[in-house]
């Protein structure tokens, strides 16, 4: 039986540079046959997923020799990390790996909505020029409002502050004394989520999914919002109630809106029914992360730090 089961996709070439030498078990349709993994899962030390493996449960006692737990990504929602620490049995996220590609993520779609740049294409080769129309705005000089500031809102911070944006930020947790953000808050005006919402052009989400967070952006925060403004979820589904938001962009009390993660993962024709016919809103399956580059990086940092604590044990 494999030593390592990696139950989601992840770079063959991580695999096979750093694994080497274990008995691994690559299967990335493996998370969508419950039976067939937790059989895997009888001599495993190792288990690597992605946000849609749920690490809970009848999972965990499947596992019975589990030491460690790759996690292809930052979000840990998915697991049950008081079971795993109960357990002794280390989880490890490849944190930093994929800022960058979420950044760029966040940073486009701002500009793509701005700009409106898809809407006329239909009109265009219906033999239309829908020029007056299509005149959009620019991100400079614009706010941008980041709800969080941990590493990736701190990356989308360093290029919006290049493009000319004026930068708000909401974190209750943030230790503005820290001195490893002293350039990073530079410049940057702290507030409360009221006032962010009411102030920022662009409002980007990066927090995690906790019952503090589910549903913080509702209908009232989105009421608090301009009429003007485009709101970008690439941090987790429900953070954002869905629905709210679908009656805000049919009433054009938003400018636009950017979504890369849903309550319902994968969005089935059923969970997405409400965000059908929604004018001016982008929606992407959960690769705000995912780059060719960023997929490299975050499997050599998962495989790394698999084989690290396997060959500690």
Known sequence: MADIVISEFMDETAIAEVLQGFDVLYDPD??????????ALADARALIIRNKTQ??????????????????????????LDACAARGIKVCPARGA??????????????????DMW?????????????????????????LGLV???????????????????????????????????ADLAGVVRLDLADMLAEADVLSLHVPLTE???????????????PGAILINAARGGVVDEMALADALRAGRLAGAALD????????????????????????????????????????????SVAAVLASA
């Open 98 to 115: 994929n800022d960058l590609s979420v950044a760029e993520y966040v940073l486009s779609a701002a500009m793509n909505l701005l700009r």
């Open 148 to 182: 969080g500031f941990g590493s990736i809102a701190r990356e989308v911070a360093r290029r919006a502050r290049i493009m000319g944006m004026r930068l708000a930020i909401y974190d209750p947790y943030l230790d503005a004394d820290d001195p490893a953000l002293a």
């Open 55 to 80: 690490v809970r449960g009848d999972l965990l006692k499947a596992a019975p020799h589990l030491r460690v737990i790759g996690r292809l990504g930052v979000g840990l929602d998915n697991i049950d």
């Open 30 to 39: 493996l998370v969508n046959e419950p039976a067939a993994l937790l059989a």
């Open 212 to 226: 503090e967070t589910r549903h913080l952006i509702d209908a009232l925060a989105l009421a608090r919002m301009q």
């Open 119 to 143: 809407s006329g294409r239909d009109q265009m080769l219906a033999g239309d020029w829908p020029r007056l129309q299509m005149i959009g705005a620019e991100l400079s000089g614009r706010t």
């Open 261 to 304: 993660v849903f309550e319902t993962e994968p969005m089935t024709a059923e969970s997405g029914a409400h965000l059908r016919d929604v004018p001016n809103l982008l929606l992407t399956p959960h690769i705000a992360g995912i780059t060719e580059e960023a997929n490299l990086r975050v499997s050599l940092m998962t495989a790394q």
